[in-house]
């Protein structure tokens, strides 16, 4: 469903069972992040009507999402600590060229969140089937669903306000670009690297 071109290696669970804690933190800023993406395309592309009543609904899942993984932290007995760089993301936001039309800008956009959530929603699958701690692992699961309703109407918006053949073009060619991402990132101790 997914398509990404290269799945996560299961390893990477081990790096998270030995961090927990440090995973949660930036597992808390994404969601964070994820909120103020969907407040920028109200922001940038309050006409499309559809569009910005999904963004608000997102907001709010987003940041309650936040919470809970906040939640977990402090009963870990932890706090949020700092927020850190995500160089996945950051590589994803410079694939596409600036300028073009408005409407491109929206499309290409709406690609990276589509790519950003899928990503999101490979990992927290992972975490669902191999995390050891069994109450995490139901949190990852029932996650992971949400996640892939995101990636899915973030490619339906892009499908709906791009041509199709051209918007299955680029959406190719960011799947490619991200899979050279992953195998730079795959090792850290981060959602996405």
Not at 94 to 104: A, I, M, V
């Amino acid at each position: 469903m997914l398509h990404l071109k290269l799945p996560t290696d299961p390893r990477w669970v081990n790096i998270v069972e030995k961090n927990v804690d440090e995973i949660l933190t930036d597992h808390a800023y994404c969601e964070q992040k994820a909120a103020s993406t969907a407040i920028s395309f109200i922001i940038g592309f309050p006409d499309h009507t559809e569009l910005v009543s999904e963004m608000s609904d997102l907001v709010m899942e987003e940041m309650s999402h936040f919470k809970m993984v906040h939640d977990i932290i402090k009963e870990r007995g932890g706090h949020l600590g700092r927020e850190r760089k995500d160089p996945y993301v950051h590589k994803l936001r410079f694939f596409f060229p600036k300028g073009g039309s408005r409407t491109e800008s929206l499309v290409n956009r709406l690609l990276v969140a589509a790519l950003i959530e899928g990503r999101s929603c490979e990992r927290f699958r992972l975490l669902s089937e191999e995390l050891e701690d069994k109450k995490l692992a139901k949190f990852y699961r029932k996650l992971m669903i949400s996640e892939a309703g995101h990636y899915t109407m973030f490619l339906n918006f892009a499908r709906k306000y791009g041509d199709r053949e051209i918007v299955d073009k680029k959406w190719q060619e960011l799947l490619a670009f991200e899979a050279e991402v992953m195998k730079e990132l795959s090792t850290g101790e981060t959602i996405h690297g």
